[in-house]
């Protein structure tokens, strides 16, 4: 069973550019969930997606968007970057069935820097 | 609404000494709580979890914690300090009708030798 893998792991980019973040999500799991952990802080609920759509958000503005393919892997993308949005983002998936709760894995995180 | 307060921003114990990272919450729902390790550069493992069975909760790596109702808090304790305990702890909160996680703000663990 593999676990939640996340691409890339480092990532530098200028302010007002676009940035995508990728993730697997572990075998048999079917929801996804990323974060944004800003450095010395707890990570932040940026969304989670569930059969393809999304299904919560935290308080994040729409430049922050996501995918969810039919594989159950996912896509994070943030559009005009700002420098505070440097932060290591971490992806999280679980079994959902329905909307009953279940633990999520998380993956290593991508480290993204805006410059 | 749901928040977490991690107590410590910092502990500093002695190898073999007793752990204890206390966290309260605040949630409008029976939540699911839990306690999560984080050793640098690696990913987020979960410790233990509780969901609304036994008050007592025991994890791995001889972590347990007790959830009190009354007091809203579900303090992380283990009897004896390891040297590879030294990480950042993070206690979270998810209510059942929902799916989001709310993190506290992480408490750092350091062992002294």
């Known amino acids: 069973e593999t676990g939640v893998t996340q691409s890339p792991t480092h990532l530098i980019k200028t302010r007002g550019q676009q940035v995508t973040l990728r993730c697997s999500s572990q075998?048999?799991?079917?929801?996804v969930s990323w974060y944004q952990q800003a450095l010395g802080q707890g990570p932040q609920f940026i969304f989670q997606y569930y059969r393809e759509e999304e299904n919560g958000r935290g308080n994040f503005p729409p430049r922050f968007s996501g995918l969810q393919f039919p594989n159950y892997s996912s896509e994070l993308n943030v559009n005009a970057l700002e420098l505070d949005d440097s932060a290591l983002y971490l992806c999280?998936?679980?079994?959902?069935?329905?909307?009953?709760?279940?633990?999520?894995?998380f993956g290593p995180g991508t480290r993204l820097t805006v410059l | 609404a749901q928040s977490v307060t991690q107590l410590d921003s910092h502990v500093s114990v002695s190898e073999g000494t007793p752990v204890l990272l206390r966290c309260n919450y605040s949630?409008?729902?029976?939540?699911?709580l839990f306690w999560y390790v984080q050793h640098p550069n690696k990913g987020l493992q979960l410790l233990l979890k509780?969901?609304?069975?036994?008050?007592l909760v025991k994890g791995i790596n001889g972590f347990e914690a007790e959830f009190k109702k009354s007091e809203t808090s579900f303090h992380l304790t283990k009897p004896s300090a390891h040297m590879s305990d030294a990480a950042e702890y993070f206690c979270v909160v998810s209510p059942n009708t929902g799916n989001q996680f709310y993190f506290g703000t992480g408490t750092s663990l350091t062992v002294i030798p």
């Open positions: 075998s048999g799991h079917n929801t």
């Open positions: 509780y969901t609304s069975a036994a008050t």
């Open positions: 949630s409008s729902y029976s939540p699911s």
């Open positions: 999280a998936s679980s079994r959902s069935v329905g909307l009953s709760y279940n633990e999520q894995f």
